[in-house]
């Protein structure tokens, strides 16, 4: 069924720029045509833009309601245990929910935190199924680890100094049997068997290198290699995680990851806080993507990626919400206008232009996510765009200017009118048309609420436990 949307503006791309007064037309999910006229159209005024990706994401529910605030990442993590989903397909489905109405057309899920109330491949159907509903594209990766499940090397030393009651607690949650690499491998491929299809694409998803074994990463590599599949993982998020590897790789951790050949434009790779000038390099060379995920960095005082830098030697870069936006809100808008703020550049000295830095943000997202070319509006594309209220974004109307920077200037997702993703309209007027976002936040927070009594060791144990972890990765800084 052929389908048209008339515009005030449309985002052309960065050699064409915005162009005005425009009907844009889409048949089966493509778009057919894009035809221009004299005329302003009728009604409020509207900005059509190509569909955000939010290039790294672990579709989980907002950290801070847990009590994980104001720490590093070491033990953000144990504590963001509490926030185990309830449901996987609800708290599935209000992550991508939230996600597109922000404006994502794609998202990636590097699943780290199974409901555990399902087998896995039972558990991804969940996720497929609630990927259908919203409307949204999905990358889904299973994040696997077989090694340092409470700390970067032996556990003894924290585990010892609570009591035995906190470490039993402890154990349970997370000290548990690993899988075998061959058993990962074929699991990653019985999930692909079940769920993949032209909007949801399967990858492989070591969790990051700290937290899997050489065998486990090698195979993935192999695996990668002779399928196509692609591989998305952490790298270098914290100082422990770049002390952990200068110890364990005196080679360099990048260098390894090229030399079992993992590192290729089949893989993305998380935050890189942390990575070398010569790293970067390497990076950029094997055609692999960098996601930054710059407000998640800042609530982990993780620190400041080196993204012009990653840009000026050739890294693509895709950007990330890692469900930590600055308001937690997941608003991929105001995620893209901080990245762009912190790395666009001093003075008169520019990395990008801003439509540069948009149109590359959604190209190497997409390439992330699998979805399909490189997001620009132009026929033959993917019908992936969202339509902006330019009433809104242009609210005092004094003067002619560029509606991309005004979205720069102070755009969030309140100005997200429509999302359209493969011709299919998922969000109008606002709200998310598959499902009732609302109703299944409601019925989250009830279940969140009763199910947070079964982590009542973890809360007790919390003080002790994170005072031994301070402890322990204070010490790992000062080893050679």
Request: proline share 6%.
């Amino acid at each position: 069924m052929a389908s048209e949307v008339t515009a005030t503006s449309l985002f052309a791309g960065p050699d064409r720029g915005t162009i005005n007064n425009v009907v844009l037309h889409h048949v089966a999910g493509i778009i057919t045509a894009i035809t221009e006229s004299s005329a302003p159209p009728p009604g409020p005024r509207s900005f059509v833009i190509p569909a955000f990706v939010n290039a790294h994401d672990h579709a989980r529910p907002t950290a801070s309601s847990f009590g994980a605030v104001d720490m590093p990442l070491e033990s953000w993590i144990l504590r963001s245990a509490m926030g185990t989903p309830p449901d996987p397909y609800l708290a599935a489905a209000s992550a991508m929910a939230r996600s597109a109405r922000s404006g994502c057309g794609a998202m990636m899920i590097h699943y780290t935190r199974p409901s555990g109330k399902l087998p896995m491949v039972e558990e991804a159907k969940e996720i497929a199924r609630a990927a259908n509903d919203v409307g949204i594209r999905v990358a889904f990766a299973l994040a696997v680890r077989d090694q340092n499940p409470v700390v970067y090397g032996d556990s003894e030393q924290v585990l010892s100094a609570l009591s035995a009651e906190d470490r039993s607690s402890v154990e349970q949650l997370f000290i548990r049997p690993a899988m075998s690499p061959r058993d990962t491998i074929e699991l990653t491929e019985t999930i692909a068997t079940e769920i993949a299809g032209p909007t949801l694409d399967v990858q492989f998803g070591p969790a990051g290198v700290q937290w899997c074994s050489h065998q486990l990463l090698e195979a993935i590599a192999e695996s990668s290699a002779r399928s196509g599949r692609r591989v998305h993982m952490h790298l270098l998020e914290t100082i422990y995680q770049r002390a952990w590897a200068d110890r364990h790789f005196p080679d360099g951790v990048v260098r390894y990851l090229r030399d079992i050949g993992l590192l290729s434009p089949r893989l993305t790779l998380a935050h890189g806080i942390h990575a070398r000038p010569d790293e970067l390099e390497m990076i950029a060379a094997s055609g692999a993507r960098l996601v930054t995920n710059f407000s998640s960095n800042l609530h982990l005082h993780s620190g400041l990626a080196p993204v012009a830098a990653a840009h000026r030697c050739g890294c693509a870069i895709a950007v990330g919400v890692d469900g930590l936006a600055l308001d937690e809100d997941d608003d991929v808008i105001r995620e893209m206008r901080l990245v762009q703020s912190a790395h666009g550049g001093l003075g008169f000295k520019r990395t990008w232009s801003r439509p540069e830095f948009f149109a590359l943000a959604i190209r190497n997202g997409r390439a992330a996510t699998g979805a399909p070319g490189p997001g620009e509006l132009a026929p033959g594309a993917a019908a992936d765009f969202v339509t902006l209220d330019l009433d809104r974004l242009d609210r005092d109307a004094i003067m002619e200017v560029d509606p991309l920077q005004l979205l720069f200037a102070r755009g969030n997702a309140s100005l997200v009118r429509d999302v359209v993703v493969d011709g299919r309209t998922i969000v109008r007027e606002g709200k998310v048309v598959g499902v009732d976002l609302d109703a299944i936040e409601r019925e989250l927070r009830g279940m969140y609420r009763e199910g947070v009594r079964q982590f009542g060791g973890l809360k007790r144990a919390w003080a002790p436990l994170a005072g031994s972890l301070n402890h322990w990765f204070d010490a790992q800084l000062g080893c050679g």
